[in-house]
């Protein structure tokens, strides 16, 4: 999958609501609730990340879920690409890019989020041909300015960010031409996921899901 699919296939995914969840799971009993939760509320696209020995049970869990298209987050290596892939995961997410991961995701036929915050890393990119791409860590970045002024230069590039975004910032992201969507922790605290508050997480996805884009 060459990078221009991949990044085809990247804003198809944004497209499908303004936040991708940004998962942490602990406890893989959780994952189907979670992620019915989720979509139910109207987000689609969850990120779950291999941040835990839990991740890939739960991306096999949730890829069943229905109306739902599941990703792997905080990819760093062609194992993680190789590893996500095999659980199910529809679409990947990295924190920033090197590439022996671009070449995993190319390989493994994996649409990847790279993650990039400087002009020379945007620029690196794109010139692979990714044209969707992270913006990690946002808020400590630069946050939405940085993104509306990268967009200067650069305004082939659409971004994702992720990365110190809640309900309060959001609206300064999603404005934004060059921006395709959001992720973000918010709309599954670690507390209501544990205790399956899963009304609590619908009511947070569902008021994410209704935020206006640009
Ligand atoms: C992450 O890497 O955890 C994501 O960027 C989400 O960040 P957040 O918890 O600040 O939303």
Known sequence: MTPAQQSLKAAEICALAPIVPVLVIEDVSRAEGLARALVAGGLPALEVTLRTPAALEAIQIMADVEGGVVGAGTLLTPADVKAAKKAGARFGVSPGATDSLLKACEDEGLPLLPGAVTATEVMGLLEK???????????????????????????????????????????????????????GSWVAPADAVMSGDWARIEALAREAAALPRA
Do not use: H, W
């Open 129 to 183: 041909g990714y044209t969707v791409q992270k913006f990690f860590p946002a808020e400590t970045s630069g946050g939405a300015a940085a993104i509306r002024a990268l967009g200067g230069p650069i305004p082939q590039v659409r971004f994702c960010p992720t990365g110190g975004i809640s309900m309060k910032n959001v609206g300064d992201y999603l404005k934004l031409k060059n921006i395709l969507c959001c992720g």
